[in-house]
C-alpha cells in the first residue's frame, strides 16, 4: 500500500494575529480544511489573539522572530525571515497586507517555497483613491516574484492592476465567504440582559477593531444625535488601541451608559442575532467579513460608501450605503430604519439571501483549496 502524502505545510505571515478580516478568514480555512495541511503562523507583533477561534485539533504552530521597526526593508528582518524560512521549508508561503511585504525578497532564492500574496486593504494613511508612491513602488519591487496576487474586491483589484501595475493575470479576485448557518443561530439574550438592554430596546450593533480607519468616534457621534438615544442602545463588539478615547468620547457626548464596549470576540454570532440595525462607519474597507457576517444574521446594514460595500449588499439594502464623509445623511439612513421594523426584517431577509447565494464559505473554502493545493 502507497504511503500517503504527507499534508502540504503552509507559512503564513501576518502584521498582527489579533481578531480581524484576514485572521478571521484564516481561522475559518483552517477548520473547513482539517487535516489537508499543517499551518505555521507568524505575528510579526506577537499578537496570537485570533488563534482563540481555531477548533481543537486543528495542525497549527506559531513561529517566532526578532522584528526591527522600520519605515524600509530592515536587512536584520530579511536575515531573520530567511533563516525561518529556511528552517521550517514550506511548502507555501503566504503574507498577508503591506505589513508582511518584505518576505518576498526574504524568500527570494530559496526554489523550493512558493509565495502568494494577500491584500485585504489599509491601514488609515491609505485608501484606494489616495495611494502612497513609495509604497507603491515597493509593492512592484517586493512581490515581483509573488505567484499570485489576492484580493476580495473589485475595488483592490482595480488597484492592484491599475495603480500598483500588475499583471491582470497574476492577481486573483477571491471575495470572502462566511458560514451562513452559523450566523443564523439565536442569540444569547443572557448577556443583554446582565447589561441592562431589555429586549424591547433597539440596537445598533458593529463588529470592528477599535483603530483610527474604523472611524467609530463617527458612529458614536452620529448615536448620541438620535431623537431616540435615551431608548436605543449601541453595541460596539470589538477592541484596540483606541478603546480608551471611544470609551472618553461616549462620555463627553453623554451617552457612556447607553453604549456597550463587548470587547473582542471570536463568536460575533452571540450577538449579531440581537442587533436590529448593524452600523458601519469606516474611512476604508474592501470587503468587511463583519458585514457578511450581518447578512447572514439577517440585518439591515447602514455604512459608508467604502470598498466593495454597495455591490455586496442586496438590492434592497443598497439605498442605507451612503457617502463617506456625509454624517446627515448616515444619520438619515439610520433613524428611519430604527423606527420600522418591517423594514427592517425585509431589508434583513434580502441580505440574508444575498449572502448565501454569492458568499458562503464553501465556495471560498472551495477556491482557496484549490489556490493551496496548485501551488507547489
Not at 448620541?224 to 471611544?246: H, S
Request: aromatic content about 6%.
Amino acid at each position: 500500500m502507497a504511503t500517503p502524502d504527507p499534508p502540504r505545510h503552509l507559512l503564513h505571515v501576518f502584521p498582527t494575529f489579533a481578531m480581524g478580516g484576514s485572521q478571521a478568514r484564516f481561522v475559518a480555512l483552517a477548520n473547513a480544511l482539517a487535516g489537508k495541511y499543517r499551518h505555521t503562523v507568524l505575528a510579526m507583533d506577537g499578537d496570537r489573539a485570533a488563534a482563540a477561534g481555531l477548533d481543537a485539533g486543528i495542525d497549527c504552530r506559531f513561529a517566532t522572530m526578532p522584528v526591527v521597526k522600520s519605515s524600509g526593508i530592515s536587512p536584520a528582518n530579511l536575515r531573520h525571515a530567511r533563516e525561518l524560512l529556511r528552517r521550517l521549508r514550506p511548502d507555501l508561503l503566504i503574507t498577508s497586507n503591506w505589513g508582511a511585504v518584505e518576505w518576498g525578497p526574504a524568500n527570494w532564492g530559496l526554489s523550493s517555497c512558493r509565495h502568494i500574496h494577500i491584500e485585504d486593504g489599509f491601514g488609515p494613511d491609505e485608501s484606494p483613491e489616495r495611494q502612497k508612491r513609495r509604497r507603491v513602488v515597493m509593492r512592484r519591487i517586493l512581490l515581483s516574484r509573488a505567484e499570485r496576487i489576492i484580493v476580495p474586491s473589485r475595488t483592490l483589484l482595480d488597484v492592484a492592476t491599475r495603480v500598483w501595475g500588475f499583471a491582470a493575470r497574476r492577481v486573483l479576485h477571491l471575495p470572502n465567504g462566511v458560514d451562513c448557518q452559523r450566523f443564523a443561530a439565536a442569540p444569547e439574550s443572557a448577556f443583554f440582559a446582565a447589561h441592562g438592554i431589555a429586549p424591547t430596546m433597539p440596537v445598533i450593533g458593529t463588529v470592528a477593531a477599535l483603530r483610527p480607519e474604523k472611524n467609530l468616534a463617527r458612529l458614536i457621534r452620529m448615536f448620541a444625535t438620535l431623537p431616540r438615544a435615551d431608548e436605543a442602545r449601541l453595541v460596539i463588539v470589538g477592541d484596540g488601541p483606541q478603546r480608551a478615547a471611544l470609551t472618553e468620547q461616549a462620555a463627553g457626548s453623554g451617552v457612556a451608559d447607553r453604549i456597550l464596549f463587548a470587547g473582542a470576540m471570536t463568536q460575533p454570532e452571540r450577538l449579531l442575532g440581537r442587533f436590529d440595525v448593524f452600523a458601519l462607519t469606516s474611512d476604508t474597507e474592501q470587503m468587511p467579513t463583519s458585514v457578511l457576517e450581518a447578512m447572514a444574521a439577517g440585518l439591515p446594514i447602514v455604512a459608508t460608501d467604502v470598498g466593495d460595500l454597495r455591490d455586496m449588499v442586496a438590492a434592497e439594502n443598497a439605498g442605507l450605503i451612503v457617502a463617506r464623509d456625509d454624517d446627515p445623511a448616515f444619520a438619515a439612513a439610520l433613524l428611519p430604519l430604527l423606527l420600522d421594523s418591517e423594514r427592517r426584517k425585509a431589508i434583513g431577509e434580502a441580505n440574508r439571501s444575498r449572502v448565501r447565494a454569492h458568499y458562503s464559505l464553501s465556495t471560498m473554502v472551495e477556491r482557496y483549496d484549490a489556490l493551496f493545493g496548485a501551488a507547489g
